[in-house]
């Protein structure tokens, strides 16, 4: 709890973020929330017309997926280190409409008002200005916005102008706009650093027809990526200029406006990538999109749009009820979740989601850990494409393996877009073995919300056994300490340690990484032989090697320290002085910006959950006693300095009965972006933290878990609240729950009867049938 | 023992190193050997008329202490990192005399025959060299090269050319050249990047009366450099024509040769640098130096630079009767740490010398660990202005604390040229600690070999303290280890293991450096009041803190295994999985450029000597079985993959009784550059490693230490020598000690008498007698 709640910037409504204020210092900030994506293409919530000289603001548009990629540079390389960065690729920005009235251009900042709106019922971004000119000509605009749910590749935007006390032209000025960038800080390691310039060069470019396009290849990789906007135009445009800049192409409309009569411009952008396809080919899909587009019209493509989100919200939405902030902050971070995860098999969700270049777009183990337990419970379907995406990289994951030094099995990077280690520090990043085991935890949850064997066959337990190989890479049974397996020299969740021996979460997940994929070796080896055999021939799997799996995870060094009665986090970190925080100003977190890492590793302070996710992620390991001395040793060192800190700590804090301190946790998961509390939204969203809101009112305060091969539940409601209502997704059945002070009730909205436990009681489940407990 | 033993290169001549032989493969390795330099300047073993297209060659002429500046970029940065690299300065090459005749280039890999010489007795590179033309013109050239070690900033080459068949004109091309580089291979870490173009920015350059000039200023620095070349002709120059290339001037000079009449050419080049300097001044007095040298001529210069060799060797020399090889290394390995040792005060040893650009030129701990111990022994003024140097770049050390957020103290860089920390690699360099003990140590046998208060009480208490701080900063008492005190998070001499918990060597150290510090400080106060008040006031330093430095000092915790009955290399050294060098092909070595570092980190491998290490500098803290078992233990776990490790294990190989693996170690410290053992000699020579060669005798088969305030003796002649003689300084006394099979025999040639240890005897030295001693 080191964060201090700003003031709020947004109305507090339950299905809109809005504001009618716009200043400078939380311009970027904004432009993160006001994001519209699709999972394919991303743009943040910058204005049409611009902003002007001297005002903060970070254009982007991002592609999922789609990268440049150039060479890391080293101060001192050693043997093995990551060679290239990918960079989340920045496309033409499509969005630019300028305005222009007697010369002078409008706008925000000089608005006498404005409003902007995301509707999160919709996914639409909406804004209102009231502008006047120096001429004190009085224009009104108004844009919609939104990233089409039902058409990946296209964005849709419409303005429009209404002259309030004068008669006569304006200038509107469309473009397609490659030329722009933004300077990070290139002393914070969590922003990603950006040049446009460097990474697209420009092959062909057009204009005609109220159409204009590029074409581009992407420096240091083999994309390619096509950019057009196109428009529909009112009745009263007088002349149309064609806009040929280097890499700024469009066109000058200029309108005849009357007092009081509203015209409307509809542009629509869009953006085709490839790998192999012959450019034309691109171009022309482009082409031919906008025309399907023009065709069809502003209001079908908004209805086909809006039936997506309404089927997303049917099997996702969260209802608290007594608790506005909340209510706004859930529904905001699930909309997001939505809109950034990939969709295609092909791309996953950025830790900054498709909101912003933080971490240079790059997918971690948030993924994983984060976002797919909320995906598995909404749709399964979503989830098998994140899995699949790990599957698509599971060659790249061996090479990486190799690199390594080690002869055998995969090892997935702790940061990438197409499967390359892009991590350049390796006392964290490279040692975080750990992110194997998220992989497979993911999987496992995967299974066991599906029993998706055709998954399993086909990809799972390939995952599942090359991954699995590492651990006895790099574990050994230790005489010293047994004959147990240790693990050495590995960094867990916790990066305010690195280096460490016996990582408590590391181990512990190491474990169930084995003993599941024993489970699934002699599941498959039994029920489908053919598969196995071929699966065992195609990586050279041997019996012996799934043996000393089950070896390894059974003597598995998992410590518990005596004396206090705690998992230890690591061999040293009891040894370690504890951090001084008594003497740390406010200013000086997050610590890892103001102290070298040494210092930082030298004490006991954590960065964010490590012990204590282990005992989310592992549930039944731990009794609810060791739970709560684990947490009451742990928080108090933690800085929560990760957004992916606090989720965990409400759930668990939830789990041991300590509702207050969960409750905390809980506001400041669900409200981090909207309130900025971490000070960084400008450069995106903080994705896993967003699929903690879900997390923490799911498992957390409904206390849902997977026990005993059953959905189990222990529901609770926070003081302050009336009620809640989620939904739930679980081997074909959609469950909805819903939490009040007396009583829970639950109702299967679809699907066969299903049995849950409630705390110690068994339900079943049928169609059409509210069943209600009292708490 | 790992590295194979290559077929001889050289005659073992005892005073010179000598080859007729040519070849591409080993030519960069021998430019290295064939280098000169004074202290100041040091100038590679390349030819004058320069090497040909197509053919290896590393050309390089150095100044010491001067560097250009750079940042160092980071794949991904955190606080506290070092921010700039400095790069020994690679000032124009003024050696170049090209030959030409009948419009053909002479170069030496298409000569008749050639031979080159490194003459050890007086410090001078010679060469003949005879070719015949395309046009059978049979032409001799002879030249001599020194830097002379009276004048630091002035190199003199002489060249004499005799045409052998014919009677005509030849052309000499005498250059100063600042517009070479050369590409290292980028993936090595040990070899430093270079490029001349991008450290040197011309101000002004001139060329008349024989003389040529350039000023530079260099890139990322204050320095400014003037580099300048004067010629002597002789009679028979028929035309001389300036050249003015950009980076490349000089002359073109004609000649007419008549059969078998030899010419002579002589040509000075200097180099001087300044921070603050008029470059005017600058210019000025190079151009009076280079006037001097020309009045004075050749034979003056040479016979006073050879003064200075005489002095040296009078003082350093090491006679080793009946084995060539390692007479010959060992004073070509003096020779050339006396060559590449600053003496100026500032600037120290690099740890290639001046013979490459290796390691960007950096001076490490090498300095203090292995350099200073031989010149304590022969040159204790020098071993000051080492020490003098560390007080020069002490405040540059208090900022790297701050830097590393430590409120108090000083860190010394682990590399560095000018003080400031250009390790770019936290794990290994930064986290090593044991620098500041180095530096102490260095200052406490300086102490004990003079009792140089003078020094102790401007500079050395200084360093000893605000370097002392540095180990309560890191290290705290440990409830968890019975309130012993813990250093955790260093690395210690073996970097490969990083980042561990009570690094034995580094606690040992620690332990002793706070130690002297406490008797510095008390003795101090107690005899020289004055100057201790003034300190105290000037680095604040109270009483308390070093009652507990003398707290953490007796606290220390030093580890011992009861079961191995050794000393652990750290807290979890002795739980890892021991390296499999079975299956480690042997071109798998050095492991650092094969394995990724956590996999190396992950097992028990040793890169170089530290337990062991321990065992040299603290001598008298481990008994004989403790030391033998330590030795049994470590040793076979070793890579000795640092050319720092074989000495030490020779000295302790030596005392432990084992005098066949001391004298294989030894052998392969003494050969390590002139057979290049490493296989990397051709970026310079590893100066340590020679002052090694120095250490095996003396510390080693002499059995040389300082126990109980006196030097102390335990002789041994290894089995394949006839005998061998040293000398050392201590305390103004020049002693002489010679070993035969069945004696040993003390001289003290200058100074009083004094008391020294045989073995368990007091042997009384007095001046102008002999004493021997039977073995």
Redesign the interface.
Known sequence: MKHPITALQFDLHPWQVSTSEWNNDSAMHQETLFAVANGYLGTRGTMEEQHGNNHQSCEGTYLNGVYSREK???????????SH?QKMLQVPNGKVIQLEIDGQRAHIQDAQSSCRTLDLANAVFSRTMHWQSASNKKITLQSDRFASLSRPNLLCIRIQLEAVNFEGKVKLSSLLDADYGFAAN??D?RVGQLNMAESLQLITSEVKDLQASMLHRVRGSSFVVSSAISHTLPDNVKSVTEIHHNQQIGFDYELELKANQPVTLIKYVSYQHSEQDNPATLEQHNKQLLDEASQLGWQPLYQEHQQQVADFWLHSDVEINGDPALQQGIRFNLLHLFMSAGKNGKSNIAAKGLTGHGYDGHYFWDSEVYVVPFLLASNPALARQFLSFRYQTLDAARQRAR????KIGALYPWRTIGGEEC?????A???QYHINSAIAHAIKAYFNATRDWDFMCRQGAEMLFETARLWVE?G?F?A??NGQF?I??VTGPDEYS??V?NNFYTNAMAREHLQFSVTIAKRMQQDYPEQFGQLCQDISLQPQEWKLWAQAADKMYLAFDDELGINPQD??F????KWDFDNTPAEHYPL????????I??HQVLKQADVVLAMYMLDDKFSLDLKARNLAYYEPLTTHDSTLSSCIHSIEYAETGDFQLAYQFYHDTVRMDLDNLHGNTEHGVHTACMAGSWMGIVHGFAGVRYRNDELYFAPHLPASWQSYRFNLTYLGRHIQVGVEAEQVSYQLLSGEPLCITHVDAKIELVPHQTITVSL
């Open positions: 890391i540079t080293y101060g001192e390389v050693a043997y093995g280190y990551a960065n290139p002393d390691p690199q390594m030094s080690h991590s350049a520090f390796f006392p990043g490279t040692a790099i050994h230790s010293r300490h240790c050495d020299m690195a280096l021996n061999d040293s009891l040894d370690r002085e890892l910006l103001h102290y070298h890492p040494l210092v590793y030298r």
